[in-house]
């Protein structure tokens, strides 16, 4: 089974839980286990949280409409859960890859925890037109009962 999607979405924090119920109603639909679902959910809020707060403002389009968005997308395919979020902002610096944050840091916290809840994670930027993307993925668990797919 091969399922995937993708949202284009205003940079908003009302737009963080519809990326999320869509995954979680995805992942149910399929019959993925809740343990599983609810690991990818909060990366994926983290994600989203961090598009939301500093995904604006690129070199794409400065003060416009993309510049203003964001983009998620999610492919389950055989056992494997991929996701990918993607912003128009000033993307991470340096290579790609966000420092440690310090113990007693506000920010920087959410990608370690993208990266404690996803078996891989990248941190990259966008070429060409700025932006950071952060893309885990997951191998999935399945529920012991079928799922709604196999009806």
């Known amino acids: 089974m091969s399922i995937w999607w993708s949202l284009h979405l205003r940079r908003e924090a009302a737009s963080v839980p519809l ?3 869509l ?6 639909t399929a019959g993925v286990d809740p343990d599983v679902s609810y690991d990818l959910s909060v990366a994926l809020t983290e994600a989203c949280a961090n598009a939301v707060e500093h995904g604006g403002g690129g070199t794409g389009v400065p003060g416009g409409a993309l510049s203003e968005a964001y983009r998620v997308t999610a492919y389950l395919d055989g056992e494997t859960c991929r996701i990918e979020v993607a912003d128009a902002g000033p993307g991470f610096p340096g290579a790609g890859v966000p420092r440690e944050p310090s113990d007693d840091a506000e920010h920087g916290r959410g990608l370690r925890l993208i990266e404690e809840l996803a078996d891989h994670v990248q941190f990259g930027n966008r070429s060409g037109r700025g932006g950071a993307v952060v893309s ?3 191998i999935l668990k399945w529920r012991d009962s079928p799922s709604l797919l196999m009806a």
């Open 19 to 21: 990326a999320r119920r």
């Open 23 to 28: 995954l979680l109603g995805t992942m149910e």
């Open 136 to 138: 885990f993925d997951k």
